[in-house]
Nanobody
């Protein structure tokens, strides 16, 4: 069972940037597609972005496309979410998730989840 730990969240002002990191247990990371999701109070867990296991293919939610970038470093067993031009509506707990091989934008297709990291954007 792969274990995931997110970090890098915090309190920022609108227009600022943050980079979130997700560190995975060693051994099988390169065989997993990785996703970032977020959940605000009273709302469903929402897809943010994902990246394939080996090809570098990425997908993004329309709400973050052009502002957020997902990347991975398999040598470090780490996936990143670079968030630029942050808006108050980006405020949420951000979760890292993993699934074996196949990329997906659906939270239901991910088997492994981190504990989440809080991102708060003030206006």
């Amino acid at each position: 069972q792969v274990q995931l730990v997110e970090s890098g969240g915090g309190l920022v002002q609108a227009g600022d940037s943050l980079r979130l990191s997700c560190a995975a247990s060693e051994g099988t990371f390169s065989g997993f597609a990785m996703g970032w999701f977020r959940q605000a109070p009273g709302k469903e867990r929402e897809f943010v972005g994902c990246i394939s296991a080996t090809s570098g293919t990425t997908y993004y939610a329309s709400s973050v496309k052009g502002r957020f970038t997902i990347s991975r470093d398999n040598a470090k067993n780490t996936v990143y979410l670079q968030m630029n031009s942050l808006k108050p509506e980006d405020t949420a707990v951000y979760y890292c998730a993993a699934r074996r091989w196949g990329i997906s934008t659906s939270r239901y297709n991910y088997d492994h989840w981190g504990q989440g990291t809080q991102v708060t954007v003030s206006s």
